[in-house]
């Protein structure tokens, strides 16, 4: 043996230093090598030094992922496809038909490793997901979403079944087989959460009407495919192994469950009391997080289910946002969603070899016939309710197709039935091409139905109109600097809040972030009460607790605290309306008045630009209050009055205005004027349906006036826009808050010629006057817009 040759026969033992070291069975060996090439065949990956040949392979799948969509996100395809495609292209379907690609870098011995990192990512994934689902949302899911749900799961199973049943006597299945199509059939009928959650992430419409319409009917869907999914796996275990073994499995995962309820929750919330507001939760309670997640896992396995179920009811039990649960997201994110995951479907991917695809056995052609059945069935049950609800075809539309979605959920679930040879590859390759497909299709058709401009758009009318008299009137009130907090709190105060008409206040602190992109969002609901000079919302929080102890049980308050780049500080303030769906968003104007609002003393472009911008694409009803000093140094109490006037045009914003003012006439110590101001002209039938809209709503004011003395009605008839402004001007010193609608680009004769030198346009013309440097008076304005986009 000459030089660096190595013995062909016997043994060899190679040491590494990070690894360990290892036995090589040298008869195995095809002849004498050197040194350097037996780094080459470990480099193989014949040898089980596995370690540099998983990098290769991460590189590998990363490189081409990230290349990838690179290309495909400027056509609108999300991550999930991308991934999906080079798994395919990686797969025995092309590449992977290559001896380099087949034997060497994707052998199966070397996939085992890469596997095991892959399905753990696919479980740390579903994990967070849970953790990000509000499950607050089934409570304010409302019945058409409930019903789209509850349709779009039950629909296409029960058809899917009885038609199986007859395809089954056409095309005979063996035992095995007739066993496990309803579990392919139950499968494709989901809409889990966590994928639709990550397809409108990708689209950038989670936050819009569609996005949280659909998502939650998906979480509607996801409760139901839970329950059948248990009960599934608890017949199959039962059917394997025994009734006992069920009975036993079942009991624990009861027990399981009921801890999480009364045991890991309960932790949860005493973790975000003990975080003060604004300040990060300690790296040991996020530790302890995920030990318990790898725990339930293992509980998972042990007793029968799939490892995710543990983690699933973990991550239910954890509440979403911040502080917990995003502190929880931000740490596993970011190796979990970009690194892992992608292993996870690309691995998945490269089992299907499309050449197996052959309608040459009957499970097969049901399995065919079923999937094309009920992804018809599934568009059909979306749509129906949707158009029924008077949703607008092509959104009715787009939302079939998101609730028809398949994506990493599904895959892992066909590779799992794979792996335990449940389905053939044939099977699992026809599966594959139809997830492959929505993957592609779904996307693209989506976002050319849905128009991304209307995301705020709302199907249900959310305004104070259509608020049920007695019912909770939402209010999102949004305050940029300490001086607004008088104004609004006094808005507040003469608007009656009262055990029969209560008001939810939401109050959400605006700060300007510089430097940064991510805005911040703080929940001060859950989180310890500080004095701390770092809190960012202090005086706010303490003003309205003590708005909220003067008036209990007739006012509720949340207060949040927003850092945002001011060119999405708009889109934030919609988001929140919409998820707390709200019926009006009060905006503080941009000027600052001297106390006796006769001077502004400072004015804030950046908050003018705002308020255009919340205008244009809120989702429901918006004020803006105008404090010209009057109203946030005034008070309402038993020795004086406060005299409240509301200048009626007529049309949709004024109509709200006044419904608005409506409710302060319940106060006893506040007196409302409505001035209703009529054309000398002669309309014709020109105005006929607003004038018969606008006489309904002012039957009663017209009524009340002669019986109730704090509600006064008065009908000034003008020819033009000039005699408005004049008995405008001279109506001003005798109120403390005029209310008005915004009645943007509306021509009336009684407003005619105004609109030359209107200088805000955000106001109306009327607002506009009010809020003029040229009118010396400290009576308040408050501008109301109803709500446009739906």
Known sequence: MAGNDLPVEGTITYVNTSS??????CTQLPGPIDSFGLWNYIGSGSLPFTLPLLQLQMVIIFTL???AHYVLKRHGLPKFTTQLLVGIILGPSLLGRFGIIKKVLFSLTSQEIIDMFAHFSFILFFFMSTVKMDLGMI??????AMVTGVACILSPLLIALLVEMQLERLWPLNKKEAFIIPFVTIQHCVSPFPVLVCLLEDLKILNSELGRFSLSAAMITDLLSVIITIMTSFSRVSRELGNTIAAIDSGAFMIYIIFNIFAIRPTMLWIIRQTPAGKPVKGMYIDAIIVVFLGSALFSHFFGQTLIFGPVI???AIPDGPPLGLAIVNKLNCFASDVFLPLFVTTCSMRADFSLIKFDSNFVKITAVVIFLIFVVKIVACLVPALYSKMPLNDALALALLLSYKGVIQLSINTFNRDIEAITDQVFALICLHILLIAIFVPLLVKFLYDPSRQY??????????CTRNAELRILACIHKPDNIGALIKLLEVSCPSRERPL????????????RTSPIFISHQMQKKTVSNRSYSENIILAFDHFEQDNPGAVSVNVFTLISPLKSLHENICILGLDKLTSIIVLPFHRKWSIDGSVVESEDNTMRTLNCNVLE???????????????????VSSNSSYSVAMIFFGGNDDREALTFAKRMANHSKIT???VHFVSARNEGDAYWDEYFFDSEILKDVKLNNTGNESVTYIEEVVKDGRETALIIRCMVKEYDLIIVGRRNDVETPQTSGLAEWSEFSELGVIGDLLASSDVNSRTSVFVVQQQQNI
């Open 504 to 515: 939810a206040i939401y109050v959400l602190h605006l700060i300007e972030l510089i430097g």
């Open 20 to 25: 360990g070291s290892s036995i090589i069975d």
């Open 314 to 316: 973990l991550g239910f």
């Open 457 to 466: 758009a709302g199907y249900q009318k959310r305004n104070i109109m259509h």
């Open 139 to 144: 409570k304010r899911t409302g019945r058409k």
């Open 65 to 67: 992922n990230q290349a």
């Open 617 to 635: 694409v809120a989702p429901c009803s918006v004020g803006i209050l105008i404090d010209r000093g009057h109203l946030g140094q005034s008070m």
């Open 672 to 674: 409302l004027t409505v």
